[in-house]
């Protein structure tokens, strides 16, 4: 891997947003934009039980597609899809092993500021 590593992004991520689902979560189709810094992709880390996951285009109401988060899967909204609308429509309690409880954990990693220079 270089140094640029998953994201192909030359500076690091300055945020780490963590969010656990329990069975019964969900997280409504929503744009992430509260950064400054929208050339850096936001890299999604997958870890526990597996979400069906919904994506669309940069306006709400756009066509979507869903696809399943597993465990270990390794998701980057770049590009266009930076600024995808996108959310988590259920868990599939009991697909992993990974957390004795269950449920997921996501790691979104974020540069939030543009570098300077
Ligand atoms: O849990 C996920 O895979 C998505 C998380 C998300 O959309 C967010 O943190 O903004």
């Known amino acids: ?19 656990f689902y ?9 744009q992430d ?17 597996t979400a069906v996951f919904r994506i669309g285009g940069t306006q709400r109401g756009a066509k979507t597609l869903s696809l399943k988060l597993a465990s270990g899967d390794a998701l980057l909204f770049g ?9 988590i429509d259920r868990i599939l ?3 992993s092993t990974l957390l004795p409880q ?3 954990i996501n790691l979104t990693l974020r540069r939030v ?5």
């Not at 329990?22 to 929503?30: F, K, Q, T, W």
């Open 1 to 19: 891997m270089t140094r640029q590593g998953l994201a192909g992004y030359p500076h690091p991520p300055e945020a780490c947003l963590v969010n």
């Open 22 to 30: 329990e069975a019964s979560a969900r997280m409504g189709l929503h």
């Open 33 to 49: 934009r509260d950064e400054q810094e929208f050339e850096a992709p936001v890299l999604s880390l997958s870890l526990g039980d």
């Open 79 to 87: 590009g266009a899809a930076r600024r995808a609308y996108h959310g």
């Open 93 to 95: 309690a009991g697909s």
């Open 102 to 104: 269950g449920g997921r």
């Open 113 to 117: 500021t543009k570098p300077e220079g």
